[in-house]
């Protein structure tokens, strides 16, 4: 009996922990919400460093800081960043190997590893800034 007890107390735990942030969503979709709200500005060719890429698996995605370069408005290299600031190159082999991770909107096209996983590049520096919200005038009771 207290095996069971445990195993559901376990279960509930494990089920409360890997949700998210409360409202169902992972990392990714909350990232993909934010940029889907406020827009973002075209991403140029170059290097672009501490941007967050996403592995995802059914519901569960990670998001790990990374750097990457952009040539002809697509990811061609990438990199993730270890806790002690140096990179290590991305040697996961993908499915399809024509497909290019095209950016639009700030994120790349999602792609899909031969583990299947799929992975996406958000660039945080060129999410738009929130909109400027309209000043409320005080009521008369303030005066």
Same mark, same amino acid.
């Given at each position: 009996?207290?095996?069971? %007890?445990?195993? /559901?107390?376990? *279960?509930? /735990?494990?089920? *409360?922990?890997?949700?998210?942030?409360?409202?169902?969503?992972? +990392?990714y979709?909350? $990232?993909?919400?934010?940029?889907?709200?406020? &827009? #973002?500005?075209? %991403?140029?060719?170059?290097? $672009?460093?501490?941007?967050? =890429?996403?592995?995802?698996?059914?519901?569960?995605?990670? +998001?790990v /800081?990374?750097?990457v370069?952009?040539? #002809?408005?697509?990811?061609?290299?990438? $990199?993730?960043k270890?806790?002690? &600031?140096? $990179?290590? =190159?991305?040697? @996961?082999?993908?499915?399809?190997?024509?497909? !290019?991770? =095209?950016v639009s909107?700030?994120?790349? @096209?999602?792609?899909?590893t =031969?583990?299947?996983?799929? %992975?996406? %590049?958000?660039?945080?520096?060129?999410?738009?800034?929130?909109k400027? !919200?309209?000043?409320?005038?005080?009521?008369?009771?303030?005066l």
């Open positions: 009996m207290k095996k069971i %007890v445990f195993g /559901l107390i376990l *279960s509930v /735990l494990s089920t *409360s922990i890997s949700a998210g942030d409360g409202d169902g969503d992972n +990392c979709e909350a $990232y993909n919400k934010k940029f889907a709200e406020r &827009g #973002a500005n075209e %991403v140029k060719d170059g290097w $672009y460093e501490n941007v967050v =890429i996403t592995f995802r698996q059914g519901n569960q995605a990670d +998001c /800081l990374g750097k370069q952009v040539e #002809a408005g697509a990811v061609t290299q990438m $990199y993730l270890n806790v002690d &600031g140096t $990179y290590q =190159i991305f040697t @996961k082999k993908w499915k399809h190997e024509d497909n !290019k991770s =095209i909107n700030g994120i790349s @096209k999602s792609r899909l =031969i583990d299947g996983e799929v %992975v996406n %590049v958000i660039f945080t520096t060129s999410i738009k800034p929130p400027k !919200k309209i000043a409320v005038a005080p009521s008369p009771d303030d």
